[in-house]
Nanobody
Framework: QVTLAESGGGSVEAGGTLKLSCTIS????????VGWFRQTPGKQREGVAA????????TYSESVKGRFTISRDKVKNTLDLQMVSLRPEDTGMYYC????????????????????WGRGTQVTVSS
């Protein structure tokens, strides 16, 4: 059974910094596309960043490009999201997710099917 556990969320002022971490366990061997998405009440779920296990390619949504950095440690089986210059519109619940073996991605998300995700960690940015 695959489990994902996010941590690192919190409340910061605009312009602040947070680093989210995700610990993954029970993942079968094989390269995947993995990433972070966020959910804000009243808005659609948005993929913000993704990375491929096989060659480390990354993709970001236009709303976070240049401010967020995704990183994957396959040895420790972790997935991090460094966030700087945070804005109030970044407020939301952030989830890490495992997608299929399809390595295609664009616009901050993997194109394959999302198979597993964690319970999320809340990020609140005040103006």
């Amino acid at each position: 059974q695959v489990t994902l556990a996010e941590s690192g969320g919190g409340s910061v002022e605009a312009g602040g910094t947070l680093k989210l971490s995700c610990t993954i366990s029970g993942l079968p061997r094989g390269d995947r596309c993995v990433g972070w998405f966020r959910q804000t009440p009243g808005k659609q779920r948005e993929g913000v960043a993704a990375v491929t296990d096989n060659d480390g390619r990354t993709t970001y949504s236009e709303s976070v490009k240049g401010r967020f950095t995704i990183s994957r440690d396959k040895v420790k089986n972790t997935l991090d999201l460094q966030m700087v210059s945070l804005r109030p519109e970044d407020t939301g619940m952030y989830y890490c997710a495992i997608y299929s073996y399809d390595m295609r991605m664009h616009g901050g998300t993997c194109e394959g099917v999302r198979s597993d995700w964690g319970r999320g960690t809340q990020v609140t940015v005040s103006s």
